[in-house]
């Protein structure tokens, strides 16, 4: 025997059988919404449409605030952690570079304001867009829930007049 008929996949052989297709129906009209679920699909419809604006302009404004907090922040903590660093590496550069007392001083300074406006940039970019997103996403969960209950509300309303309109015969 080989290996090929040693393998067992585990599925069995059945035959094909011939399959009958279901008889054709005719088209059968769509029955018009009911009266309760007219105005359920209006309030649902108006109180996401309602919600996302909200959530869009209250996200996009607080992530504002927050990218303004954030640039401050980042860059003061940017310049002192990096200035930090820049003051230590400073006048290890200094004592193999320079001759003399004041170059040494001058060359450690320098290091130290470098590395500070290095960490302010730094800083206030990655801190800035961190904040951005954190505040815009975290406005947007906030600012949605308000929109949706004055949508909902709008949507009742408007759904409870479409409705009585299809009652009526008037509606579309």
């Known amino acids: 025997m080989?290996?090929?008929?040693?393998?067992?996949?585990?599925a069995q052989m059945i035959p094909a059988k011939a399959v009958k297709s279901a008889p054709k129906q005719e088209p059968v009209a769509e029955p018009k919404d009911s009266f309760m679920g007219t105005i359920g699909k209006e309030a649902k419809s108006m109180a996401l449409k309602v919600g996302n604006i909200t959530s869009s302009s209250v996200g996009g404004a607080l992530g504002i605030a927050g990218l303004t907090v954030g640039l401050y922040a980042g860059a003061a903590g940017g310049a002192i952690f990096l200035g930090a660093l820049g003051a230590g590496i400073g006048p290890v550069l200094a004592a193999v570079s320079t001759k003399g007392l004041l170059s040494f001083?001058?060359?450690?300074?320098?290091?130290?304001?470098?590395?500070?406006?290095?960490?302010?940039?730094?800083?206030?970019?990655?801190?800035?867009?961190?904040?951005f997103q954190i505040a815009r996403k975290s406005a947007e969960l906030v600012g949605k829930v308000p929109g949706m209950l004055i949508g909902g509300a709008i949507g009742l309303v408007s759904g409870t007049i479409k409705a009585v309109e299809n009652k009526l015969g008037g509606g579309e």
């Open 2 to 10: 080989d290996a090929v008929n040693k393998v067992q996949t585990g």
């Open 105 to 131: 001083l001058g060359t450690s300074f320098a290091t130290t304001g470098f590395m500070a406006k290095v960490g302010i940039a730094m800083g206030g970019v990655a801190t800035g867009i961190g904040a």
